[in-house]
């Protein structure tokens, strides 16, 4: 492609949509924010006004306009948004995860794969300079065996009964981002445990959903993981990881919001990120720009269809451990386009 910048059109202007927003008009040099759409036309006409970009009445009308597409809508929209810009041959930028359903999201998949367009999906901590450096030095051998992954993952409070309602559940909702990073950084899975309880209010046992997890791994390797998840952690949002293995341990821990500490007699205090616009704004401005680049260079994204799909059926099997009590055995099978854990 011979531009320099990326027209990329965005539909969805909530919570996640805005911050893409704003990284798409002013912190990614290889794209631009072509167009916005958003089922709300007030939401829509307020984003525009305020990033002075054009507001498109409907996704179609903002595929036409654009070379790329970002998808921030509701998790249930997702596929069907994914379909339609890969039939219009529009490379996709999609939210995590691509769907609630897995013949939905193997068909997205299929789709872009057939339309050879580039699909990148929302695993935002693969672009975080900390955990990008960490990740390099383990596979370069740096920590020797890894014997253990810990990482926790806690929202500060919880999100919309509505967006919960369509979110999938938790583990297809929050872990999956710890998947895809126990994936990542350590190594394929054989098995996953998961205890649940929903704790902080009624109405997650109302929707048959949980606020708080643990979530136990065994690697190909052999190393063990933990998760600790929680939708209501009340101090503030942290995502936080350590891996130990024999040559050395790296841990990374929740930075402060601010630099600074107020010190009066006796106690020291800092401030707390408190959600993960916060605690993650330079890996969703370079999610974004690695998206476009790219696509302008016309190499394959560094987050792919099939490791949506893997994080996928790894988030369905700690949801079937939660609801059986019992250990899930996986099979993950090396494929051309990365590795399959099957359908569980
Ligand atoms: N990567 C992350 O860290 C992260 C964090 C939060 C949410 N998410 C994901 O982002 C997605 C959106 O979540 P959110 O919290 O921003 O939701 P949200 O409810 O705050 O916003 C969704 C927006 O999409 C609009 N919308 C709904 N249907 C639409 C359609 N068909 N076409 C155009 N616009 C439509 C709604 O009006 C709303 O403005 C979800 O898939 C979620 O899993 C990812």
Redesign the pocket.
């Known amino acids: 492609m011979g531009r320099t910048r990326l027209r990329v059109g965005l ?7 805005r911050i893409h927003a704003a990284n798409l008009a002013w912190h990614c040099p290889s794209a631009r924010l072509a167009g916005v ?4 036309a007030a ?1 829509a006409a307020a984003v525009g006004a305020e990033l002075d970009v054009p507001v498109l009445p409907s ?1 179609d009308d903002l595929l036409s306009e654009v070379d790329a597409v970002a998808v ?4 249930g ?2 596929a069907d ?1 994914v379909t339609r810009a890969a039939r219009a041959g529009r490379a996709v930028f999609c ?3 691509v769907s609630l359903d897995r013949r939905a999201t193997v068909a997205a998949l299929a789709e872009a794969t057939r339309a050879g367009v580039p699909l990148q999906v ?3 901590r693969r672009f975080d300079p900390d955990w990008v450096a960490a990740t390099e030095r383990i596979r370069a051998g740096e920590l020797g065996r890894v014997y253990l992954f810990r990482t926790s993952l806690r929202d500060m409070r919880s ?2 009964p ?2 919960l309602a369509g ?1 999938g559940g938790f583990f297809v ?1 929050v872990t999956i ?1 710890d998947l895809d990073v126990a994936r990542w950084m350590v190594g394929e899975i054989v098995e996953i445990g998961a205890h649940g309880a929903a704790l902080s209010d009624p109405a997650f046992a109302e929707l048959g959903d949980i606020d708080t997890a643990l979530v136990t791994l065994r690697f190909e390797s052999g190393a063990l993981g933990v998760i600790d998840n929680s939708r209501s952690a009340g101090y503030g949002y942290e995502c936080s990881t350590e891996v130990l293995g024999s040559a050395a341990t790296v841990r990374i821990d929740n930075p402060p919001r601010h630099h600074y500490r107020w010190l009066t007699p006796g106690q020291a205090s800092s401030g707390l990120v408190r959600d ?1 616009q916060e605690r ?1 704004p330079w890996a969703y401005a370079a999610e974004i720009e690695s998206f476009a680049r790219s696509v302008l260079d016309g190499v394959p994204p560094r987050v792919t269809g099939a490791d949506a799909l893997a994080a996928f059926d790894l988030a369905g099997a700690a949801d079937r451990a939660w609801r059986t009590g019992r250990t899930q055995v996986l099979t993950p099978v090396q494929t051309a386009d990365g590795v399959d854990y099957g359908a569980g």
Not at 72 to 75: I, S
């Open positions: 539909a969805g202007l909530g919570r996640m949509g759409t958003d089922a709300d939401v996704y921030a809508t509701p998790t929209t997702h948004l939210e995590k995860p929302g695993f935002h999100p919309r509505d967006f979110s909702d981002h993960f993650y």
